[in-house]
């Protein structure tokens, strides 16, 4: 198998895992601080501030692609709330659906979005950066936009849906022979998402102990 089949097939799967790890995260991490404390606006507003920028990044980009479709939209939350037992959703943005395609555009908005962030920092070389402190900025922020990237089961089923863009995009790179840096780029996402899965799973494990 070539390298970048390879590398295509780590990011699908690291995708995967960090879609179940950041939800069972955020769902310990509730537990956790409702053990400690009653106050729910104290849980609200310690988790809002740890994925405020990804939670930001995610509804702008819903609301941006909706807008951009010409879909009105009715409301936008960028604060948790409980939405089940022992269940916290980040925020949402409340759209008018008009189109299977225009809402698989919408919800996948937040993933590309995510995608062209990391690229970002890759092409400007800001992370890992030799200020320190802007490496543990920027490193904290991909920990925020990749965990917030899909925060609900819609947006993964809408990703899913939108997999005939990303082969399209691929089709593109290999017709015009861009491979190298393709594969070069999807090299260096790969490292940005295992960052924020073992910060995760870090963090999971540290909940399920204190909780016991």
């Excluded at 970048?4 to 879609?19: K, M």
């Excluded at 939800?23 to 729910?40: D, G």
């Excluded at 995610?58 to 609301?63: G, N, S």
């Amino acid at each position: 198998m070539e390298t970048i089949q390879i590398q295509l097939l780590l990011f699908i799967t690291q995708i995967g895992l960090l879609y179940i790890i950041t939800r069972a995260t955020l769902k310990r991490l509730f537990i956790y601080l409702s053990s400690v404390t009653q106050s729910k606006k104290l849980i609200y507003a310690f988790i809002s501030t740890i994925y405020f920028p990804g939670t930001l990044l995610h509804e702008t980009a819903h609301l941006a692609m909706a807008t951009f479709l010409l879909l009105r939209v009715k409301e936008i939350q960028i604060f948790p709330k409980i939405t089940g037992e022992n269940t916290v959703k980040l925020g949402h943005v409340l759209y008018e659906k008009r189109g299977a395609v225009r809402g698989i555009l919408v919800g996948a908005a937040p993933f590309f979005v995510g995608i062209i962030f990391f690229w970002s920092l890759t092409y400007l070389k800001l992370f890992p950066n030799p200020n320190l402190w802007l490496t543990i900025v920027f490193g904290y922020l991909i920990f925020a936009v990749s965990s917030t990237m899909f925060s609900s089961r819609q947006d993964l089923v809408d990703i899913l849906y939108a997999i005939p863009l990303v082969i399209m995009g691929i089709g593109i790179v290999y017709i015009f022979n861009l491979t190298a840096g393709f594969e070069e780029l999807i090299r260096t996402i790969n490292l940005y998402l295992f960052f924020p899965l073992v910060i995760n799973f870090f963090i999971w494990v540290i909940t399920i102990w204190l909780n016991r």
